[in-house]
């Protein structure tokens, strides 16, 4: 049973317009959720945290989580070339589960100069 | 952002020998890091927790003799890759975990990447 989804893509989006990423979630109590970006042959870096529901604003991206829908999703803003990279939704089970952080398996962004 | 390094960066070893890859969180204390293994174009596998000075978990499918893990201070784990083979040679990425008051937040090293001849 699969914890966190992601549409693996490739989505494809034009420079300069919003890139609009999502994901979902199955365990309700979830505490907290991350987005990492991985470009090819290096490790995941952490972009965004969010803890509550609502926006969360940083730069050009936006998080933005809905607990009662359990989906997160991030969006980009101006998407630069530089942005095209594979982006991993993680998630934070609920307190009484091991420590492991939930990944999922990514989605490949590509932006269309 | 806190910083993880992994150490070395890259390595060539001949097939039954063993490789030793250091993962240090340099600017803060990590109770819980984490070894990934990923191949080419695929998604990141959790291959084991380790909490500092305990033994550490592994996941399913994954030869804990083979690959020993030694979590000895708040900033440093190692994995040894013993007995190496050409199928482990893979990237292998360490994370640690920051968690502080509000805070709970995953770091990666850079990784390291394996190839065994």
């Known amino acids: 049973q699969k914890e966190v989804e992601q549409n693996s893509g490739p989505l494809s989006v034009p420079e300069g317009a919003i890139a609009s990423l999502n994901c979902t979630y199955s365990?309700?109590?979830?505490?907290?959720f991350f987005w990492y970006r991985q470009y090819s042959g290096k490790s995941p870096e952490l972009i965004m945290s969010?803890?509550?529901?609502g926006d969360k604003e940083d730069g050009r991206f936006t998080a933005q989580l809905n607990k009662a829908s359990q989906y997160v999703s991030l969006l980009i803003r101006d998407s630069q070339p530089s942005d095209s990279a594979t982006y991993l939704c993680?998630?934070?089970?609920?307190?009484?589960?091991?420590?492991?952080?939930?990944f999922g398996k990514g989605t490949r962004l590509h932006i269309l100069p | 952002g806190a910083v993880v390094s992994q150490h070395p960066s890259r390595v060539i070893c001949k097939s039954g020998t063993s490789v030793k890859i250091e993962c240090r969180s340099l600017?803060?204390?990590?109770?819980?890091m984490f070894w990934y293994r990923q191949f080419p174009k695929q998604s990141l596998m959790l291959m084991a927790t380790?909490?500092?000075?305990?033994?550490?978990?592994?996941e399913q499918g994954v030869e804990k003799d083979k690959f020993l893990i030694n979590h000895a201070s708040l900033t440093l784990s190692t994995l040894t890759v013993t007995s190496a083979h050409p199928e482990d040679s893979s990237f292998y990425i360490c994370?640690?975990?920051?968690?502080?008051?509000?805070?709970?937040?995953?770091?990666f090293g850079p990784g390291t990447r394996l190839t065994v001849t």
């Open positions: 993680a998630v934070n089970p609920p307190a009484n589960r091991d420590d492991k952080i939930i």
């Open positions: 600017d803060f204390q990590a109770t819980t």
């Open positions: 380790s909490n500092e000075g305990s033994k550490a978990t592994y």
């Open positions: 365990d309700r109590g979830s505490q907290s």
């Open positions: 969010i803890y509550s529901n």
């Open positions: 994370s640690a975990r920051a968690l502080t008051t509000g805070i709970d937040e995953q770091y």
